[in-house]
């Protein structure tokens, strides 16, 4: 009796779990049945609509309203301005690069950035290039040469576009072209007319009494009128330096020390200058030297030779100074600037680039 009871109730269990079956495998049906008619409906949505895009119906007789006239006109109208800026971008890039003078050089070098056969020549690496590429923003030649007027390339340098001979040379990293900072005092440097706002500081490291941020002023008059007054120093400079001739006729390097011997006298002494960070020291024609204590002193230049020596321009470079942490292994070096002074005197030392030193010199022998 029991085992009939069981059998029943087993009979009953396998006859709903069929039926439970039956309705599931029901439902599955239905969901793929409906999301196809779905999918078949959607995908013929969007091949009329494709079809609508691609084959618009013809309108006969159209007739424009005002709106469409006055849509149409401003179409026009920007369309016009468009191409005015777009002629106007290409105008001041082909002014930049048809100058007589290439923004960012100096005088002496105007030559070389003068096109040759419609084509500039790289000035140390040699590359030829079409000479609309100097200045265009992008870094050509291998040595930086192309952009001397932006800061495209790594390596170039930029020359302030008034020059005050009492300063030497006065140039900037191609980096700072363009950079807020008026580095130049005709603000050369800040052609592009940017502008810094208030809120922008410069860093102790670039803040000096005469930069200021752009739009910048040029203030070139002032750096003329000091000039006057060391026109008045050059003048007393001048007798003071007979002195130095003197002494200067003990040396039988004439070609070291100047054709009068004048730069003699400072070979036997010996000059320093303290910065925040560091001390200087200089033995003209013997040796310079950059410590910040407790570190040894590091050689920063000990080979002579002159870059430039004319009439109220002397430039002396101290060069195969310790190679150390300086970039490719090249030496350090020290250029000095001799200006006219009544006295012997290091008035600045800098090192705008790594490893590349240069000091102003006061002196009665370059007056």
Not at 3 to 15: A, D, H, S, T
Not at 45 to 61: C, S, T, Y
Not at 152 to 173: E, H, R
Request: proline residues 5%; charged residues 25%; negative net charge.
């Amino acid at each position: 009796m029991n085992f009939i009871i069981l059998r029943r109730k087993y009979r009953i269990v396998l006859l709903i779990a069929f039926a439970g079956g039956i309705y599931l495998c029901f439902q599955i049906f239905s969901m793929k049945v409906l999301n196809f008619s779905h999918q078949k409906d959607l995908k013929s949505r969007v091949l009329h609509a494709g079809k609508v895009m691609q084959d618009p119906p013809e309108i006969d007789n159209y007739v424009p309203s005002d709106d469409s006239k006055d849509r149409e006109t401003n179409n026009e109208h920007d369309t016009d301005v468009q191409s005015e800026n777009k002629f106007n971008v290409i105008d001041t890039h082909y002014t930049i690069n048809t100058e007589p003078k290439v923004l960012g050089i100096l005088d002496s070098l105007s030559e070389k950035y003068t096109p040759q056969n419609g084509n500039f020549q790289c000035l140390n690496s040699k590359e030829s290039i079409p000479f609309s590429s100097v200045n265009d923003d992008y870094c050509d030649c291998e040595d930086s040469t192309d952009e001397p007027g932006t800061s495209a390339c790594p390596d170039s340098k930029f020359y302030c576009t008034f020059q005050n001979q009492d300063l030497g040379v006065q140039y900037i990293p191609g980096s700072r072209v363009n950079d807020g900072v008026c580095d130049c005092c005709d603000g050369s440097d800040e052609w592009s007319g940017i502008t810094v706002f208030s809120g922008v500081k410069l860093t102790e490291k670039r803040l000096k009494g005469t930069l200021t941020h752009a739009p910048c002023s040029n203030t070139c008059q002032e750096a003329k009128d000091v000039g006057r007054e060391d026109a008045k120093i050059r003048e007393l400079g001048k007798k003071i330096r007979l002195e130095y001739v003197q002494k200067g006729r003990a040396s039988n390097n004439a070609n070291l020390y100047g054709q009068d011997g004048a730069f003699f006298k400072l070979s036997l002494e010996c000059f320093e200058f303290s910065s925040p960070e560091y001390k200087y020291k200089l033995c003209p024609f013997k040796s310079a030297t950059q410590q910040k204590f407790p570190a040894p002193a590091t050689n920063i230049g000990s080979s002579p030779v002159w870059k430039m020596r004319l009439p109220g321009h002397y430039e002396l470079k101290m060069d195969k100074g310790d190679p150390s942490n300086c970039p490719f292994g090249v030496f350090r070096h020290t250029v000095i600037l001799f200006i006219c002074g009544l006295t012997d005197k290091i008035l600045e030392v800098s090192e705008k680039e790594r490893c590349s030193y240069s000091m102003r010199f006061a002196t009665p022998a370059a007056c």
